[in-house]
């Protein structure tokens, strides 16, 4: 069994910043021998892709709209997978997700490639 714990959602105002957290945990599984990613999903929309980060290389790969304002970065040590988002936006206001792909693999190219899912933090970014 695989647990993703994510923390540090919240309310911001526009050009502020938050760092999410992810933590995970299982009996069999190895944080640092897997790909992992961050999405989010609006209400109302789909869910959509955000940052992940290799378990291997440590190579990051972002959606378009945070690249340059978000950052995803991992601490093996500490099983977890952070995301830290600044100048914040209203567009980004959404529950956030992280999520672990199998091991040993490259990045998923999309969320159907993510194994284990957590149970979101919302952020909600004021105007």
């Known amino acids: 069994q695989v647990q993703l714990v994510e923390s540090g959602g919240g309310l911001v105002q526009a050009g502020g910043s938050l760092r999410l957290s992810c933590t995970a945990s299982g009996r069999t599984f190895s944080p640092s021998l897997v790909p992992m990613g961050w999405f989010r999903q609006a209400p109302g929309k789909e869910r959509e892709f955000v940052a992940a980060?290799?378990?291997?290389?440590?190579?990051?790969t972002y959606a378009d709209s945070v690249k340059g304002r978000f950052t995803i970065s991992r601490d093996n040590a500490k099983s977890t997978v952070y995301l830290q988002m600044n100048s914040l936006k209203p567009e980004d206001t959404a529950a956030y997700y992280c999520?672990?792909?199998?091991?040993?693999?490259?990045?998923?190219?999309?969320?159907?490639?993510?194994?284990?899912w957590g149970q979101g933090t919302q952020v909600t970014v004021s105007s």
């Open positions: 980060i290799a378990w291997s290389s440590g190579r990051t």
């Open positions: 999520a672990a792909a199998p091991p040993f693999r490259s990045i998923p190219p999309n969320d159907s490639g993510y194994d284990y």
